[in-house]
T-cell receptor, first 118, second 112 residues
Framework: GAVVSQHPSRVICKSGTSVKIECRSL??????MFWYRQFPKKSLMLMAT?????????EQGVEKDKFLINHASLTLSTLTVTSAHPEDSSFYIC??????????????FGPGTRLTVL | QKEVEQNSGPLSVPEGAIASLNCTYS??????FFWYRQYSGKSPELIMS????GDKEDGRFTAQLNKASQYVSLLIRDSQPSDSATYLC????????????FGRGTSLIVHP
């Protein structure tokens, strides 16, 4: 299957700082990338969907000014958590898909980034 | 609201048995279905996709799709303790949306 990387895998930061998470598709061009958040023992929660070269589409309840998403190229998307607070501590996972939609367009997940805000 | 339902479990099976995981969905027009496995503290990994009614086999895994009854299942033969994980069902809805809906996942425990 296709490979998606995320960096960093783990980050600890102080409250009020900003954290940037990178998501890269290593062996395919990702037309669409997704960002998820997952709290312990809870299900995946989609935060936003981004297509290369256009603005991200955020899910209801997700603050776009707090979670900045940039999908500047077909292999890279970034999520910046601005002014992070302890309640933002979570497991952030990106996924990537080669096509826009349709049969055969599986999503491949990155390994995730565990964010802890002190 | 297009929903994907899974029993959260845990489903406990003995080693060597067949584990059967089920998923139902509300959108009758859905065309693409995926099963992911997620180990604790890790991200999901794709196991199988299925698009047509019937069975699709890949090694010890068999996905079954019944669009008339709106369910998709995953069978794991000869279950191993290493199969213990949460299994997520994902469904692409109809209507042109390209955002899949994930179920909450079923926790599977395979005990020796």
């Amino acid at each position: 299957g296709a490979v998606v990387s995320q960096h960093p895998s783990r980050v600890i930061c102080k409250s009020g700082t900003s954290v940037k998470i990178e998501c890269r598709s290593l062996d395919f061009q990702a037309t669409t990338m997704f960002w998820y958040r997952q709290f312990p023992k809870k299900s995946l929660m989609l935060m936003a969907t981004s297509n290369e070269g256009s603005k991200a589409t955020y899910e209801q309840g997700v603050e776009k000014d707090k979670f900045l998403i940039n999908h500047a190229s077909l292999t890279l998307s970034t999520l910046t958590v601005t002014s992070a607070h302890p309640e933002d501590s979570s497991f952030y996972i990106c996924s990537a898909r080669e096509g826009l939609a349709g049969v055969g367009d599986e999503q491949f997940f990155g390994p995730g980034t565990r964010l802890t805000v002190l | 609201q297009k929903e994907v339902e899974q029993n959260s479990g845990p489903l406990s099976v003995p080693e060597g048995a067949i584990a059967s995981l089920n998923c139902t969905y509300s959108d009758r027009g859905s065309q693409s279905f995926f099963w992911y496995r997620q180990y604790s503290g890790k991200s999901p990994e794709l196991i199988m996709s299925i698009y047509s009614n019937g069975d699709k086999e890949d090694g010890r895994f068999t996905a079954q799709l019944n669009k008339a009854s709106q369910y998709v299942s995953l069978l794991i033969r000869d279950s191993q303790p290493s199969d213990s994980a949460t299994y997520l069902c994902a469904v692409y809805p109809s209507g042109g949306s390209y955002i899949p809906t994930f179920g909450r996942g079923t926790s599977l425990i395979v005990h020796p």
